[in-house]
């Protein structure tokens, strides 16, 4: 019996759920970068780095390939890109409606304060 999509899906955003390797995809979707170029933009360890490139790597996120002693990271597919920049614009909404209710509420609030 094959696994239903449904759960596939999950896993894959559970794949995403860690700012490191969101932070790893987002890196790569400018451009193929080496492990030492990503560690100062991703502001974690090396061992830890590592770790959540594995991750990526387990998942066929990404692809590498290796050049002399570095090993350069790309995306394994184009639509990880498309799926960042959808992610920002859903999140951009999300906070402007925040921000928007926020406002909202704190009219209603200076308004129903007595005049002293």
Same mark, same amino acid.
């Given at each position: ?5 449904? &759960?596939? %899906?999950?896993?894959?955003? %559970? ?5 490191? +390797?969101? +932070? ?14 990503m560690l100062p933009e991703v502001g974690i360890e090396a061992a830890h780095?590592?770790? &959540?490139?594995a991750v990526l790597r387990r998942a066929n996120l990404v692809r590498t +390939? %290796? ?17 960042? +920049? ?26 129903? %304060?007595?005049?002293?």
């Amino acid at each position: 019996m094959s696994t239903p999509l449904y &759960q596939l %899906k999950a896993e894959f955003f %559970k794949t995403l759920g860690h700012p490191a +390797r969101i +932070r790893v995809l987002e890196l790569l979707s400018e451009r193929e970068h080496a492990v030492a170029e990503m560690l100062p933009e991703v502001g974690i360890e090396a061992a830890h780095l590592s770790q &959540q490139l594995a991750v990526l790597r387990r998942a066929n996120l990404v692809r590498t +390939r %290796k050049e002399g002693s570095s090993v350069y990271y790309s995306l394994a597919s184009p639509e990880l890109a498309e799926l960042l +920049r959808v992610a920002r614009s859903i999140l951009s909404g999300v906070l402007a409606e925040q921000a928007e209710l926020l406002a909202d509420l704190r009219a209603a609030r200076s308004q129903a %304060k007595p005049p002293t």
